[in-house]
């Protein structure tokens, strides 16, 4: 493998994967890159855990999608494995689907079928929080050499850290813009039923509770309608 090209290109990978507008745009520059980088993958995702439940984000292919659900109906495979962080491990490795699979022989068979020839899975994680899992996947068995799973992990360290990066700032996009819609709504109804800031705020916040709705969308309405309701 050429490691200097490797690495210019990782370097211009990250510079790309900092320069994204969204969350959603970072993700599937991730799975682009590890396509475009790892030796032997033909498709890429991310796999994250809600609870057993498995959310799929940027798939490459359709492929990537199809494992993800068959992992989460079986409770098992290597990137299910990845987003718990299982015994402390970091990344797993399926060489070769057309062979009997100790650790995970459900998942294995039945993804065979799928198309799968080898796959990896690498954990996401920060020093803050654990991610979910990037998944590699090729339709050839033994596509995935030592330099396939050494690149795969450097790929997933700059991409947790560009996922991280993103999600932060998108939420940070988002509390500015809440408090923003909560601000206006106040003054709202603070004109319209001469009530002070702190009335106008306990109105807002009393009808979220009675009525189960976040106080973001309480706010919007009465944005929109001039009332609470």
Excluded at 15 to 25: F, G, K, M, P, S
Excluded at 92 to 107: G, H, L, M, V
Aim: hydrophobic share 40%; with cysteine.
């Amino acid at each position: 493998m050429d490691w200097s090209g490797f690495a210019q290109q990782m370097a211009s990978m990250a510079r790309d994967l900092l320069a994204q507008e969204t969350v959603d745009a970072t993700l599937e520059r991730i799975t682009a890159s590890a396509t475009e980088l790892v030796e032997g993958c033909d498709a890429a995702g991310i796999l994250v855990l809600h609870g057993r439940k498995v959310q799929t984000l940027a798939p490459s292919h359709q492929l990537v999608a199809d494992s993800d659900r068959l992992q989460e109906a079986l409770e098992e495979g290597p990137c299910f494995d990845a987003a718990r962080r299982s015994q402390g491990e970091r990344v797993f490795r399926i060489s070769d689907f057309t062979e009997q699979q100790a650790r995970w022989p459900a998942y294995a068979s039945q993804a065979h079928r799928l198309g799968v020839g080898s796959m990896m899975g690498f954990l996401l994680f920060t020093e803050e929080e654990d991610l979910g899992a990037m998944n590699l996947y090729s339709r050839r068995p033994g596509a995935f050499t030592e330099a396939s799973e050494l690149a795969g992990w450097l790929l997933a360290s700059h991409a947790a850290v560009a996922f991280s990066s993103a999600r932060t700032h998108a939420q940070m996009e988002q509390a500015v813009t809440t408090r923003h819609v909560i601000g206006e709504a106040m003054g709202i109804l603070m004109g319209s039923r001469h009530l002070t800031e702190e009335q106008a705020f306990e109105v807002l916040r009393r009808y979220s509770q009675e009525n189960n709705v976040k106080l973001r969308e309480v706010a919007r309405r009465v944005c929109e309608r001039g009332a609470v309701s």
